[in-house]
């Protein structure tokens, strides 16, 4: 089961059945199925709050992911700032539906395993999100 909430934002206007069957999706792309994921979306503050607390990181953020995984089933909660998916979609010339997509998507991609921080890891992110994308 997959959940959206918001914390201090709007909710977004996404077309939660559709989404969810493109998580779905997506996890199967990779194996894996969907147990319980829950998203939050919150606004740059909380965000900050919450990498502070959780990540001892003080910085903002577009998404944090706690991964609850069982083998090959997917569970974990995938914070969102909307705020810097704004920024963001902005800076990178995309539209707010693109970037909050990716963003979305991102966070299932972790759960699948796939990092972005090491060396290399960005773009094998950057080709699984575009990858991702195609089948939304």
């Known amino acids: 089961m997959i959940s959206y909430q918001a914390d201090g934002v ?13 998580i779905k999706r997506v996890a199967a792309a990779h194996g894996r199925k969907i147990g319980e994921i829950g998203y939050m979306f ?5 965000m900050l709050e919450a990498n502070k607390q959780y990540l001892g990181h003080d ?3 577009d998404i944090i992911t706690f991964d609850d995984d069982e083998d ?15 920024s963001n979609a902005e800076k990178f010339h995309k539209s707010y539906d693109n970037e909050l997509h990716r963003v ?5 991609l972790h ?6 921080k090491g060396p290399g890891e960005r773009e094998i992110m950057e080709a699984n999100e575009n990858a991702a994308l195609e089948m939304l």
Do not use: F, Q
Request: glycine fraction near 6%; charged fraction near 30%; charge should be neutral.
């Open 72 to 86: 090959d089933v997917l569970n974990g909660d995938i914070l969102i700032s909307l705020d810097t998916v704004k």
């Open 10 to 22: 709007k909710m977004p206007k996404l077309r939660k059945r559709d989404t969810t069957a493109w």
């Open 42 to 46: 919150v606004n740059d503050e909380k």
């Open 59 to 61: 910085y903002y953020t």
């Open 111 to 116: 759960l699948c395993g796939i990092n972005d």
């Open 104 to 108: 979305i998507i991102h966070g299932i």
